[in-house]
């Protein structure tokens, strides 16, 4: 919204990463549980893929944070200027 196009790409990046290993994860451990019910085999160790998301989301996380804490700051040493068309609402 602010034209940080490369900021907000890559934050989407992350954020999308981390959500697909976290939704990864949860859906092996299902798998672990089925299989040990039904073949009593063993489970895989995945409690890194869990971890890994969860941080990888929270980086997109901070990003966004730091991000926006640039703007605000930079709209605080100059407010943006609103374009004619919405300056005047008669118009």
């Known amino acids: 919204m602010v034209g940080r196009r490369l900021a907000g790409a ?3 990046l992350l954020a999308v990463a981390g959500f697909c ?3 990864g994860f949860l859906g092996l451990r ?3 549980a089925y299989n040990k019910a039904l073949n009593d085999a063993e489970p895989m160790r ?3 893929l869990g971890a890994a ?3 990888t989301f929270l980086a997109a996380w ?3 944070l730091v991000t926006s804490m640039q703007v605000l ?3 605080d040493r100059q407010p943006p200027q ?3 068309r919405l300056e005047n609402p008669a118009s």
Request: a positive charge; hydrophobic letters at 60%.
């Open 10 to 12: 890559g934050q989407l």
């Open 21 to 23: 290993m976290v939704i």
């Open 53 to 55: 998301g969860g941080l």
């Open 46 to 48: 995945i409690g890194w």
């Open 30 to 32: 299902v798998f672990n």
């Open 82 to 84: 609103l374009p004619p």
């Open 62 to 64: 901070l990003w966004a």
């Open 73 to 75: 700051r930079a709209a």
